[in-house]
């Protein structure tokens, strides 16, 4: 979940080191470091509580210079955000070194180490790795075999980036449950636990595997793998410019992803949607003989992508009458699951990376699954590499904590899914050539949609002020008020909460009096007469009702009833999509106005890549 950025060259590092810290502190901002081996020879060190910012003034006052160094922006696991607890942490004789991820057996070590008369300054699992590092080159004199031993004995998930003081010329890195990549340059080489980090410097890349060590210096790169072979990794040119993660005209990039939904949209659906069909060879080659014998769909995910496989299953079992289930991957990890015959296995994941799903990957690659398919927006992330199948969502860089274009990008991916299940399970040209053209017109609502950010803005004034809010909808819908309520509580710190519709009067209606505003989403579909009677029971107890809703339901403002209509025909295949948008504008604008840290939200990192 943390940053990491490295670099070898012959030039000072510091500013790759720093501008990579920055573009990666969407991944941790609890506290920052770096650390270089500076003209003396030694290892020198910096690091500081709180934002990159922190850091960027720190070295301003004390400037820090070298051809060697690694930096690291953090995300607390172990130990309470502290400068003794930022990385670096640097052991006896100048080894530093920076972490991602949890190291599960840190305690006995740090136990076994303390009895050897190492010191410890911090709380961190990290700093355990150092002294163990330390430990090994006293019997082993070299800094990649010390890394080597080291690692054999650690349990858990990292990504390492070791340098020492008396090898000042390279980089060892280590990778075991958590990404980190190589960026190559001209007689200069770069390492870092995401491609964005380096894309000032660089678009090649080569993407370390499972086990791996590699050795990097200015001029070449060794990798071993875990048996020991050395590998020669392929090198791979990204398609991302260094300019798509800036915010450009915007003050916050989660605003700005939320305008850059249309376009994300679109490029996700472009080349595999086209004259009424979806080419089903989108997913790669073995969907054509895969989708017809699939009798039963597994979806697993975390947080939003829960979300968008709940919406999922609802269409996957009326449109392609296969049974599906949507799990929370953390749960699923750790059950005893039935794998019900011909079962196709989902992961959803904006990184790629995220610990638990990809855990709940593996395992299921070990059981009787017909095929696993990833829905992921990083195609080099062990996600994609790993799965049978493979649905790119093609949103682009998205640096926002609080997730929006890939979201909606993952809708669309998985209404492509749904397209393709339903053709292979009997579904006739003329509902695909229906289901296809409602997808293509999804870009045009979504901005039709956004032209309604002031009125909304509007409407936030209102939310300025409450501690409690609750988000209803039914069917597809219900997931929607779900995600609605996540992004409300993520960036504003509003708690807020959802509900199926229906089940206001088993519970959530004591909560409603004037004080608790409640969200609903209300499009013009076969739910709607229901939602009416729900939203009647809330008027009944004196709830503010605020309603985004289609201009055709009948549903019109009064006392206690706020209105903000939608676009007109958005149909139920499309209304997860475009209703969407204004529960992320409203989240937005709340959030906004109470002053709170839009696309850093506190105890909130963007890749989650622990469990």
Same mark, same amino acid.
């Given at each position: 979940?943390?940053? +990491?950025?490295?670099?070898?060259?012959?030039?000072?590092?510091?500013?790759?080191?720093?501008?990579?810290?920055?573009?990666?502190?969407?991944?941790?901002?609890?506290?920052?470091?770096?650390?270089?081996?500076?003209?003396?020879?030694?290892?020198?060190?910096?690091?500081?509580? %709180?934002?990159?910012?922190?850091?960027?003034?720190?070295?301003?006052? /004390?400037?820090?210079?070298?051809?060697? &160094?690694?930096?690291?922006?953090?995300?607390?696991?172990?130990?309470?955000?502290?400068?003794?607890?930022?990385?670096?942490?640097?052991?006896?004789?100048?080894?530093? #070194?920076?972490?991602? &991820?949890?190291?599960?057996?840190?305690?006995?070590?740090?136990?076994?180490?303390?009895?050897?008369?190492?010191?410890?300054?911090?709380?961190?699992?990290?700093?355990?790795?150092?002294?163990?590092?330390?430990?090994?080159?006293?019997?082993?004199?070299? $800094?990649?075999?010390?890394?080597?031993?080291?690692?054999?004995? *650690?349990?858990?998930?990292?990504?390492?980036?070791?340098?020492?003081?008396?090898?000042?010329?390279?980089? +060892?890195?280590?990778?075991? &449950?958590?990404?980190?990549?190589?960026? *190559? %340059?001209?007689?200069?080489?770069?390492?870092?636990?995401?491609?964005?980090?380096?894309?000032?410097?660089?678009?090649?890349?080569?993407?370390?595997?499972?086990?791996?060590?590699?050795?990097?210096?200015?001029?070449?790169?060794?990798?071993?793998?875990?048996?020991?072979?050395?590998?020669?990794?392929?090198?791979?040119?990204?398609?991302?410019?260094?300019?798509?993660?800036?915010?450009?005209?915007?003050?916050?990039?989660?605003?700005?992803?939320?305008?850059?939904?249309?376009?994300?949209?679109?490029?996700?659906?472009?080349?595999?949607?086209?004259?009424?069909?979806?080419?089903?060879?989108?997913?790669?080659?073995?969907?054509?003989?895969?989708?017809?014998?699939?009798?039963?769909?597994?979806?697993?995910?975390?947080?939003?992508?829960?979300?968008? &496989?709940?919406?999922?299953?609802?269409?996957?079992?009326?449109?392609?009458?296969?049974?599906?289930?949507?799990?929370?991957?953390?749960?699923?990890?750790?059950?005893?699951?039935?794998?019900?015959?011909?079962?196709?296995?989902?992961?959803?994941?904006?990184?790629?990376?995220?610990?638990?799903?990809? /855990?709940?990957?593996?395992?299921?690659?070990?059981?009787?699954?017909?095929?696993?398919?990833?829905?992921?927006?990083?195609?080099?992330?062990?996600?994609?590499?790993?799965?049978?199948?493979?649905?790119?969502?093609?949103?682009?860089?998205?640096?926002?904590?609080?997730?929006?274009?890939?979201?909606?990008?993952?809708?669309?991916?998985?209404?492509?899914?749904?397209?393709?299940?339903?053709?292979?399970?009997? %579904?006739?040209?003329?509902?695909?050539?229906?289901?296809?053209?409602?997808?293509?017109?999804?870009?045009?609502? #979504?901005?039709?949609?956004?032209?309604?950010? %002031?009125?909304?803005?509007?409407?936030?004034?209102?939310?300025?002020?409450?501690?409690?809010?609750?988000?209803?909808?039914?069917?597809?819908?219900?997931?929607?008020?779900?995600?609605?309520?996540?992004?409300?509580?993520?960036?504003?710190?509003?708690?807020?909460?959802?509900?199926?519709?229906?089940?206001?009067?088993?519970?959530?209606?004591? $909560?409603?009096?004037?004080?608790?505003?409640?969200?609903?989403?209300?499009?013009?579909?076969?739910?709607?007469?229901? *939602?009416?009677?729900?939203?009647?029971?809330?008027?009944?107890?004196?709830?503010?009702?605020?309603?985004?809703?289609?201009?055709?339901?009948?549903?019109?403002?009064?006392?206690?009833?706020?209105?903000?209509?939608?676009?007109?025909?958005?149909?139920?295949?499309?209304?997860?999509?475009?209703?969407?948008?204004?529960?992320?504008?409203?989240?937005?604008?709340?959030?906004?106005?109470?002053?709170?840290?839009?696309?850093?939200?506190?105890?909130?990192?963007?890749?989650?890549?622990?469990?």
């Amino acid at each position: 979940m943390c940053g +990491i950025v490295g670099a070898v060259a012959g030039r000072d590092v510091v500013p790759v080191l720093m501008e990579g810290l920055r573009r990666l502190e969407y991944r941790g901002y609890d506290s920052a470091g770096l650390a270089v081996v500076n003209g003396d020879g030694n290892v020198a060190r910096t690091r500081t509580v %709180g934002k990159v910012k922190a850091l960027q003034e720190a070295l301003q006052e /004390a400037p820090l210079h070298g051809a060697t &160094g690694i930096a690291h922006t953090r995300w607390a696991t172990h130990g309470v955000p502290s400068e003794r607890n930022a990385h670096p942490h640097v052991s006896r004789d100048g080894i530093a #070194i920076v972490h991602n &991820g949890i190291i599960e057996n840190h305690e006995e070590l740090r136990a076994e180490l303390t009895k050897q008369g190492y010191e410890f300054t911090s709380e961190t699992d990290t700093e355990v790795i150092a002294h163990r590092i330390h430990y090994h080159m006293g019997t082993l004199g070299d $800094l990649f075999k010390a890394v080597r031993a080291t690692v054999a004995e *650690l349990e858990g998930a990292y990504a390492l980036v070791v340098l020492s003081e008396a090898e000042p010329d390279r980089l +060892i890195l280590a990778r075991m &449950g958590c990404p980190v990549v190589i960026g *190559l %340059g001209e007689q200069e080489n770069f390492v870092a636990s995401d491609v964005a980090a380096l894309l000032p410097v660089t678009r090649r890349f080569q993407f370390l595997e499972e086990g791996d060590i590699a050795e990097v210096r200015r001029e070449t790169v060794r990798v071993v793998d875990a048996e020991g072979n050395t590998v020669v990794r392929e090198t791979r040119e990204s398609e991302l410019s260094a300019e798509a993660a800036e915010k450009g005209q915007y003050p916050h990039f989660m605003l700005k992803e939320i305008y850059e939904q249309a376009r994300a949209v679109a490029n996700t659906l472009q080349e595999r949607v086209a004259n009424g069909r979806l080419l089903e060879a989108a997913f790669g080659p073995k969907a054509v003989v895969v989708f017809p014998r699939v009798e039963y769909v597994r979806i697993v995910a975390c947080g939003t992508s829960y979300h968008a &496989g709940v919406v999922a299953q609802y269409f996957i079992e009326q449109l392609c009458r296969v049974p599906c289930r949507v799990e929370i991957a953390s749960e699923y990890r750790y059950r005893n699951a039935v794998v019900p015959k011909n079962s196709l296995f989902v992961t959803i994941s904006q990184s790629g990376e995220t610990a638990d799903t990809l /855990a709940a990957l593996r395992l299921a690659k070990q059981g009787s699954y017909l095929a696993t398919l990833a829905i992921c927006n990083a195609p080099e992330s062990s996600l994609v590499r790993e799965s049978d199948l493979v649905m790119l969502t093609r949103a682009g860089p998205e640096i926002g904590v609080a997730s929006t274009k890939a979201f909606t990008t993952q809708l669309a991916a998985l209404a492509m899914l749904v397209v393709a299940l339903a053709k292979s399970h009997g %579904g006739d040209a003329e509902r695909e050539r229906g289901l296809v053209s409602r997808l293509i017109e999804l870009p045009g609502l #979504i901005d039709k949609t956004l032209a309604l950010d %002031g009125a909304i803005r509007e409407l936030a004034t209102r939310f300025v002020d409450k501690r409690h809010a609750l988000f209803l909808g039914r069917g597809a819908l219900y997931p929607i008020a779900l995600e609605g309520a996540l992004k409300l509580k993520e960036i504003s710190y509003i708690h807020a909460e959802a509900y199926a519709a229906g089940e206001l009067k088993h519970g959530p209606l004591a $909560l409603v009096d004037a004080d608790m505003p409640v969200i609903a989403v209300a499009p013009n579909n076969d739910l709607l007469e229901k *939602l009416k009677s729900n939203l009647m029971e809330v008027r009944a107890r004196g709830g503010e009702l605020y309603v985004f809703a289609d201009p055709d339901s009948g549903i019109e403002p009064s006392d206690g009833v706020h209105v903000i209509h939608l676009p007109r025909h958005v149909s139920y295949f499309q209304a997860p999509v475009v209703y969407t948008v204004p529960l992320q504008l409203l989240a937005y604008h709340v959030a906004i106005l109470r002053g709170t840290d839009v696309d850093q939200p506190r105890n909130l990192a963007k890749s989650v890549t622990v469990e």
